[in-house]
């Protein structure tokens, strides 16, 4: 048994931090203890004991969109091609482990090529890689020649031939089907601001996952492809940018509304690169992204924190540089960190697990120097980390 004390901690359910708190983690890697330092019970003469000073407790960051596949590097999709399976697997091993030194304890695979994210799902599973628990999604669903189309996941149009490939990924052991609902921006020739698949075929391709008991990923960038998503079942929106057939910001408040009613979460995929592309998109496209966002949360639509890490120049280990963009969006610090914690873990269904600090959950945690629920800010470096009780980063306890 272990009891881990710091200066203040924030517990991911949105509710305010406290000061001067005890952390009992206990010998299954459980939460035991979760509370002010007073009142913490007797404990027994052999529990170790780690004092992290002044630093602040939070839960193992999730990050909801990820893609190991990619090197983060100028062009990942060239690098790739060039790559075959048994490289790219060790590769993507390297990637989770960076990412979990980072503070990332629990990441969503949002598609890699075949079936190598499954595999390195069950390497660190099995304790053969060190990285953060992985929930997959196999080789996105996508049209021929479409966004993502060298991951694999190719398929016909129309509702069969839609469902007969999510039944294919199911079968592959996916926790997630995947399904480009629209174009995307590193695919030469897909266009970002169209539909790849209407809301019969999305339809098909969410029921077919919902009766496996398991759930379905819209990327869906285009406003259109965003409403279709919703209205077929999807259960999470990815990227959720909300482009018109111009390719500026077409918020549509009528489907954010039945995205709060029905609770599916968007994953905005806020990144360090935003500023840069805002200067790329012209001036106003930053303000305008953030407004969404900002407009999204207001409306009761749950946030799930993702940074799309693996496209050009995002690195696996950069989450904080993205979580601050939540605040810019008008999200509280709290309520920021929130997102990347208890909302994603609700997100993936895993929030009887992990997400937050709570007696009976899963021992993962960081800590930061300062006081992230005043400025987000404060997240960076991360000093310590624990996955499931075991310290990955950081001071041993005595």
Known sequence: MLVVVARRLIDGTGGRPLDWPAVVVDDAGRLAYVGPRLTLPPLPPTTRRLDLGGLTLLPGIIDAHVHLVFDGGPDPVGALATQDDATLLRAMAERATRMLCSGVTTARDCGARGALAQQLQRAIASGAVCGPRLIVSGAP???????????????????????????????????????????????????????????????????????????????????????AAVAAGADSIEHCTWLGPDDTIAYDPAVAAQMAERSIYACPTTHLRFREVNSRRGAGWLEARLTTIGRMHAAGVPIAFGTDCGIPHVPHDRWAEGIVWLEHAGLSPVAALHAATGAAARCLGLST??????????????????DPARTLA???????????GTIRVGERAA
Not at 353 to 370: F, H, P, Q
Request: hydrophobic fraction near 45%.
């Open 378 to 388: 404060a997240l960076g470096p991360v000093r310590w980390v624990m996955q499931g």
């Open 141 to 227: 669903l996508t049209t021929p020649n479409g966004h993502c189309h060298y991951l694999g996941g190719v398929t016909g149009r129309g509702v069969a031939a839609v469902r007969a490939a999510a039944l294919r990924q199911l079968a592959a052991g996916v926790d997630w089907v995947k399904l480009m609902v629209s174009g995307g921006r590193i695919t030469p020739g897909s266009d970002a601001t169209r539909l790849q698949f209407d809301e019969p075929e999305v339809r098909a391709a969410a029921d077919a996952a919902h009766a496996a008991g398991r759930r379905l990923a819209a990327h869906a960038h285009a406003t259109a492809s965003i409403a």
């Open 353 to 370: 697990e992990v997400g937050t600090l709570t007696v009976g959950k899963r021992a993962d945690l960081i800590a930061v120097e300062g």
